[in-house]
DNA sequence: TGCACAATTACAAACGTTTGCAACTGTAGG
DNA sequence: CCTACAGTTGCAAACGTTTGTAATTGTGCA
């Protein structure tokens, strides 16, 4: 007997015809006889024959599998969007193999290196809150590789891009609060070096401004890293000060951080506070008051990022450098329902 | 000019020298002169050279790549188990290949086909809901294909195991419930075809009659999802009927659900009902109140579950079948305070 | 009887590596 | 001057496939 798996040459020696043969029996080519074809998938299945991955990636030189970086995997926005890239992948006959940079620049440089070298066939990538250069993504151009961003992107790379419409979102947002009747409205956001937030702010300004209505320094607070307990930290002392009636917060775990505060301060929400977030979270839904929230469509994002590189990867001569844009809904929940 | 990446070849072609120089040098055996040696690296570094990962595969039969099959991916349980995972795979040379099997028996099968073609050197397994025959799984131990289950386990095939001490879990929440005063103790739990629901179980009822105390059958619910919405609709007659003053879920979603039926029955929680759930979700610090719940530790386990799988691939020789049990902690919290 | 052609099969190269072994240098010692 | 041996290097096989091309059959027809 022999030891592992069994392979196109074992069924060859078994039935006294060559290798290529078989392999062409089970490609059902019509070459060989229809006798000998049946005899070989007969014995393939018997032996539960099943193709070597690693010898078909190595003749065809594509190995069928996506890169995915992320910044972070325990995230419920991230975990959408790879459960979009899956089922796109899955359906084109793709795997998938994600690293999760944990926000670390270096972790990020590490990844890609270890995907450049013939493993996957394309890259999906979402760049970490610490990255400010891109080299490593230049190699994968440099070499041809195909690569989409999506959602916290990089300008200077030429390549296909999925984003969502965050100056938009912003606007919306505020639009809401103020017809909901909000005049001093703050806002609390993340990193301000990513471009989603910038946007997230300047569709906030654009709306207050359209309405005439002003906003201080003092109003604008930056959370570096975005979580909940920052963000309650650092919106305390603007909510004692007692001087809004409204905050857009660009996070939903901000936006909870800052309705503690709220409650702690003895104010009464939705009444004497609207709140808007951002992402959809499903604690908004859970949180009391319910959260109103800025749709994240992470899922269709994924989708629309694996349907891009995959096309790319299938048509290697035409280079797709458009950059789409998802809409983003508000969803009114109590936090900022006045009736 | 030449197109794809450069290979070992074009090295050799560029020093005039052979392939199997070029190989050795880039190894730095003492074989070939350290002259050529040196110039083969600097060539090398300035064509930015890479080997290629699958004609390395191909050559050691070792793909470096563990694959993981999970139910769900947008879980903050799993989330962290492949956090783990990934941690000690990467600092061990090896990538990940991340499958979810979004629950479903027949993608599960599905997926551990995919895998099964020396795509990876072990696999990670955590059964689905759904999953009653394990013959997908056989077949890893067939070909000899290293495998680890963690916290769904199958009992039926040989293999290490890791998972959480449910039973003592469910023991210590119940416990606890009692030492707090209570003394009607309802369960709300997962799908009961699960073993670590049915271990859960079994400890809630082991802590209730180490006390004396009773549980009625409608005391006891299952959800088949154990969403957050199914365990609303599901515990909303049982906290109706004011028989209670405990509750002990098997998921902190199932605890809140629970929570949201008792607010909306004008219960006062903690005072009229206590309320323990499972997995320290994040969601369980910022609910009002917190709950308090027993830790799940996910990231160890994932941790655990790569080192052994990284074990028995380094020593195919020798099998482990050891089943590694994880305790968990009980976390106090508001939910099931008394003062 | 011989030849063309169809039908079926086998051979060999290739994908990018690694590695046992053979082969080639040059130098030193007999 | 020949031999032995160390120091280098190259050849070729192997990993499991696919596929272009050559080789082997058998058949029908002139």
Redesign the interface.
Same mark, same amino acid.
């Given at each position: 007997m022999k030891k592992?798996?069994v392979t196109i040459k074992d069924i060859a020696r078994e039935l006294n015809v060559s290798v290529s043969t078989v392999s062409r029996a089970l490609a059902d080519n019509p070459l060989v006889k229809l006798e000998t074809r049946l005899a070989v998938k007969e014995l393939a299945k018997k032996h $539960?024959y099943?193709?070597?991955?690693? %010898?078909l990636?190595?003749r065809s $030189?594509k190995?069928k599998?996506l890169g995915i970086i992320i910044p972070q *995997?325990?995230?419920?926005f991230f975990?959408?969007v #790879?459960?979009g890239i899956?089922d796109h992948a899955y359906a084109n006959g793709y $795997?998938? #193999? #994600?690293?999760?940079s944990h926000e670390s620049y270096e972790r990020e440089v590490l990844d890609t290196? %270890?995907l450049? $070298?013939? +493993?996957v066939d394309g890259l999906m990538a979402c760049i970490s809150k610490e990255t400010k250069d891109y080299e490593h993504f230049k190699?994968f151009v440099d +070499?041809s590789i195909p690569l989409v961003f999506f959602d916290c992107i990089c300008d200077e790379i030429e390549a296909p891009k999925v984003v969502l419409d965050d100056f938009d979102a912003g606007y919306q947002a505020t639009k809401h609060l103020i017809q909901q009747g909000c005049t001093s409205i703050a806002y609390v956001g993340g990193p301000i070096n990513l471009l989603i937030n910038r946007d997230r702010l300047a569709g906030y300004n654009k709306a207050l401004s359209e309405a005439n209505l002003n906003t201080k320094d003092d109003w604008i607070i930056h959370c570096d890293s975005g979580d909940?307990e920052e963000g309650r930290q650092k919106s305390e002392p603007l909510i004692n000060s007692k001087e809004i009636d409204g905050i857009f917060a660009a996070t939903d775990m901000l936006a #909870?951080g800052a309705m503690?505060n709220a409650k702690k301060a003895g104010l009464k929400l939705p009444d004497d506070l609207l709140v808007v977030g951002f992402s959809n979270w499903?604690?908004g839904t *859970?949180?009391?008051p319910s959260l109103s929230t800025m749709s994240q469509p992470g899922y269709e994002m994924g989708l629309k990022a694996a349907e891009l590189l995959i096309k790319q990867i299938d048509n290697p001569e035409q280079t797709i450098t458009e950059t789409f844009v998802l809409k983003s809904e508000l969803i009114v929940r109590e936090s900022s329902m006045t009736d």
């Open positions: 592992g798996p $539960n099943r193709p070597h991955f690693t %010898a990636s190595l $030189n190995t599998t *995997l325990v995230h419920e975990s959408m #790879i459960r899956e $795997n998938v #193999i #994600i690293s999760s290196k %270890a450049i $070298n013939g +493993r190699e +070499r909940y #909870i503690k499903s604690i *859970l949180y009391e």
